[in-house]
Structure formats: C-alpha cells, structure tokens
C-alpha cells in the first residue's frame, strides 16, 4: 500500500512541475505548416509528439526481468513517439509519410543486438508507420491512394487517432491483427474513401490489403498439434506462402457535424468543439487467414486453414452541453471469427521480458491479457469534460470497459478503466491519469495443458501519461 502513494505522491509532484505547459493547438494554429505559395493551398505540415507513460504495475504470475522474478515495479517509457509529415502539392495530390517508435521502455522495445539477451531497452528503432500518396477523383466524393496505410476498419477505432484519445489508451483489440499480418495496425493497400449521399453524410472507407506473410513456426503461425492429441483445435495465424488479399471497409452516417477525413484518424473526443452522432458498420476478410491442426478418423491430424472474418457496429456521440460542460461516449460491438478457439493474449508496453513457466499464468508474462480471439467484444467508454478552471486548464472525468466473451476462456472476460485527462491547452498539453483492474485467467485443470481456462485473480495498474505534440 505504501508503493501505490509513493507512486501517488511522485505522480502529483510531476505534475506540479508540468502545470506551466501552456503550448499546443490555441497556440499553435494549424500547427508546424510551411506554404509553398501566398494563396496556403499549397503546404507542408509537420506534425510531432511524445507520450511517455510512468507506471505501477502488479505483474502476472511468474513474470521476470532478465531472469530475476518481478512481482510488480514501477518504470517509465515512450508509449510513443512519432513524427509525420503531410503535404498538398495541390488541391487533388497527397502526400504522407509518418514514422517514430512505440513501447520503448527500461527492459525491451530496443534494437536487436543491445544487452546481453541480444534486446534491451536501448536505441529503439524508428520505423514508418504510414506512406501513402492519394489523388481526389471526384470532388469530395471519391479519392484513391494507394501505399502502407491507415485507411481501415471495421469500426471508427480501426483508424483511431493517437493523439485525441478519451480513455489514455486504446482498447488494441480494435487494432485485430497488430503486429501479426500487419506493421503496427497497417497494411499495403489500395483504398477508396469520401463523402455521400444529400449534404455528405455518409462517410466511407474501403480497401483491397496485401497482408504481411509470416513464415512458418513463429510463435504467431505454429500449428498446435499437442492439442490436436488431446482432442482440442486451436487455430493460430497461418504461415508460409503467400497470404491471399483482405478487404475491409467502415461506413458510418453523420447525423449532425460533419468529421473531416482528409486524413484517416478519428478523434476520440472533442472537447465540446464540435457536435457529433455517428452511427458505423465495418467488416475485414481475409481468407485462409488462419489454420489449425485438427484430428482426422486414423488418429493422426490434418492441417484445416480458416477464414478471418471481423464485423463490427458502433455509435459515437460528442456533444456540448452548458456552461462549459461536454459529454462524449462511445459503443462498439465487434464479432470476431479466428478459427476455432483462438485467443491472442498481448502486453503493451511489457514492463518485463520473460515469464518462470511453472509459476505462469494463462495470460504469460507482465501485463499481458487475452485481446483478441474468436467469440464476440463490447467496448464502451464514456467522458463528461468539466469547465476551465482558469489558468489550470480542463478535467474531464472518464471510464471504459471492454466485455469480451472468447469461445476458449470459460469465464468473461472483463477489463475496466477509470481515469482522469487535465487538459492543460487541449490534447496539445494534457496529463492522464488511469487505474486498470487487469483480469488474470489460468486453466482448471494444471494437469491438462488444454484445459478449460476460468478467471483466476486481478492484478492492479496505475498509470500516468503526459502528452505534448505540436
């Protein structure tokens, strides 16, 4: 107890240190913009920011750090960092290239190659997140582009920005394939997006992907044959060869403001500055996306590929209210079909690098909990910003829950969030503060490794956040 309001006590006083942060979007306009010509419909904009996070985290079961056992530890680290650059050469010609790092902290996220185990916290790596060059066909209507991508769904938080969150982070389920048969939630891709229908309120993206092919016997694509003894299938992601393309898109009807989609990030929230309700559809197939090892007649098994199928449903609501207040809220169905009994567990931004497997959970080391997997997930969160205290700035109460029903875990599978944004110039300059109770799940039955998996304990994390980007 005495660790939480140490972790407390050092938060606030960052903070205080931190309240003079004054710059950002009332400041800075339209942000970093150089025009190529006097009428500014010819620019280059750049766009930069860090979040770096400070955390107390009580680890999952077994959880090391360089092979010493870790129960829990504070650390610190760059969420993210990014830089990226867009620009109109004309009206009907785009350009975009946006690179950084993400989830470099003290034991991992840096080049191969550093520390003893060939990977440590250092000298992380930039690498592009998104290159695309687009051309407007058709007024607002229709425009292509083609390249590494972040034009998806299946719902608004497919495409959702980093950098306006409500909650301080995103639920990553709504990234389904991050890191497996994409680059960090993107994809090569042709896409088409625009505007429909009488006063543009339809708004839409699809796309044709070329996924990311991922060789054989990686921890992501081996094929689970001691299940296949035991009688279970578990389907994984299928490696070797060439994958087949995906398609995907997300359609959402405005009702009242009307979004820009100039670029694809969508904003989490407002702030009261726009009055927002939407209501979305989406969906993403890929076929023989997955495979699994299945057991035939003689008692041997086959090798079955199964189809990627992710839909999903969603409403989004920004809306202003007296005297300075603002509620925003969000709710996301998702229904996800990975093959039989898939379940990916994921740690973001691991504070640990290895797990004792005798002593292990089923979710495996620090901070990782089942994300995605085949069955259904409802994601809400909700928001109400409060007044300007003057100089102090803005604080806007929020929670978050995600609801996930997986066909392999027994038990639901249940995450909720409560935080705090103190939005000292807008997302320009903002501090989070977030508590997570982090479900831990084992199997029933130790002594079969395939048993059904039930919901063990929950494990506390604290985390502060501090943004800046201009």
């Known amino acids: 107890m005495k660790t939480y309001y140490s972790f407390i006590g050092t938060g606030l006083l960052l903070l205080c240190s931190l309240a003079s942060f004054g710059q950002g979007t009332d400041n800075y306009g339209s942000g970093i913009k150089v025009n190529l010509d006097s009428t500014g419909k010819k620019y280059v904009r750049m766009i930069t920011w860090h979040q770096v996070w400070v955390r107390y985290t009580d680890n999952n079961p077994g959880s090391t750090i360089n092979g010493e056992l870790s129960k829990s530890q504070w650390d610190m680290s760059l969420r993210r960092s990014r830089f990226l650059l867009y620009s109109q050469i004309t009206p009907d010609f785009l350009i975009l290239t946006h690179f950084g790092i993400n989830n470099s902290n003290q034991v991992s996220g840096g080049a191969n190659g550093q520390g003893a185990t060939g990977l440590d916290g250092k000298k ?14 058709f007024q607002n209507k229709l425009s292509i582009g083609a390249g590494l991508h972040y034009w998806q769904g299946p719902s608004r938080m497919g495409s959702a920005s980093t950098l306006s969150f409500l909650a301080i982070d995103a639920p990553i389920f709504n990234w389904q394939n991050i890191e497996a048969t994409d680059q960090f939630a993107r994809q090569f891709g042709i896409y088409f997006k625009g505007k429909i229908l009488p006063n543009n309120r339809l708004d839409y993206r699809a796309s044709i992907n070329f996924p990311y092919a991922l060789p054989k016997g990686t921890a992501l694509t081996r094929l689970d044959t001691t299940a296949a003894k035991n009688k279970v299938e578990i389907a994984n992601y299928k490696g070797g060869g060439q994958p087949k393309n995906a398609f995907q898109g997300y359609f959402q009807y405005q009702f009242w403001d009307i979004e820009n989609n100039l670029l694809p990030f969508t904003v989490g929230t407002y702030l009261g500055t726009k009055k927002v309700f939407n209501l979305g559809v989406g969906a993403y197939y890929h076929p023989d996306a997955m495979w699994s090892a299945k057991p035939n007649a003689i008692g041997r098994w086959d090798t079955v590929t199964h189809n990627q199928l992710f839909i999903a449903a969603d409403a989004f609501l920004d809306l202003p209210l007296k005297n300075g207040f603002a509620l925003t809220a969000y709710l996301n169905y998702n229904h996800f079909d990975m093959g039989p009994n898939y379940v990916r567990n994921i740690a ?39 007044p300007k205290m003057g100089k102090l700035g803005k604080l806007q109460p929020y929670a978050a829950v995600t609801v996930s029903t997986f066909e392999r875990i027994k038990d639901r599978d249940v995450t909720p969030d409560i935080g705090l944004n103190w939005y000292l110039n807008g997302h320009s300059s903002k501090i989070t503060f977030n508590y997570r109770a982090r479900p831990v799940f084992k199997n029933a039955d130790p002594t079969r490794p395939y048993g059904d998996v039930i919901l063990d304990s929950r494990k506390a994390e604290f985390s502060i956040q501090f943004q800046v980007y201009l």
């Open 348 to 386: 973001i931004d691991n504070p640990t690098n290895g797990v004792i497997a005798a002593q292990s959970s089923f979710n495996g080391s620090g901070n990782a909990m089942p994300t995605t997997g085949t069955g259904s997930i409802i994601y809400g969160q909700s928001g109400l910003l409060l």
């Open 124 to 137: 992380p790596q930039l690498f592009l997140h998104d290159a695309w060059v687009e051309h407007k066909v």
